[in-house]
């Protein structure tokens, strides 16, 4: 199956709100807090859709400064159930590492919960390692955070030079 990423917008926060809660349980973000963080100024949200029907597949967010960021952090990376296992969460973690590039960061920065163990592994195949564990960070469930970093690399993909 293959994907279209594009720049998530007001419209597309029913489907991310809706699949928010059966993606991320106790840890899912409210509806308010989701609006803020696609309208944010600072913020690059993506949405991805399935490119045979246009299913709502998942989202990622980065924030960071655009042109003057030195460091970003990833918000969020969520794959809607049906879509894993697909590479998606590569994808949308890859571009928004490039999208953290153009906007100069030097480093990108994301939490992770210590207990999902397909997404630890994802990170730190793509270069991220963890500096630090933050002791029941994610609640009410009290699972702790690893707090892990990576440097973009490279250019960013369609870059001109």
């Known amino acids: 199956m293959t994907y279209t990423l594009s720049l998530a917008v ?7 709100i809706e699949n928010e809660a059966t993606i991320f349980g106790s840890d899912a973000w409210s509806p308010e807090l989701m609006v803020e963080e696609v309208s944010h100024p600072l913020n690059y949200y993506l949405v991805a859709r399935a490119n045979e029907d246009q299913a709502f597949a998942g989202y990622a967010g980065l924030r960071a400064a655009p042109h003057t960021a030195d460091s970003g952090d990833i918000q969020t990376i969520a794959v809607a159930e049906g879509h894993r296992g697909r590479g998606l969460g590569r994808t949308l973690l890859r571009a928004l590492l490039d999208e953290a590039l153009v906007r100069g960061a030097r480093d990108v920065f994301l939490e992770v919960r210590a207990d999902n163990e397909v997404a630890i592994a994802l990170y730190e195949s793509e270069g991220f390692v963890t500096l630090d564990r933050r002791v029941g960070y994610y609640q009410p469930d009290g699972v702790d955070a690893l707090v892990m970093k990576t440097a973009p690399r490279g250019k960013p993909v369609g870059s001109a030079e």
């Open 10 to 16: 007001l419209e597309d926060l029913p489907d991310m």
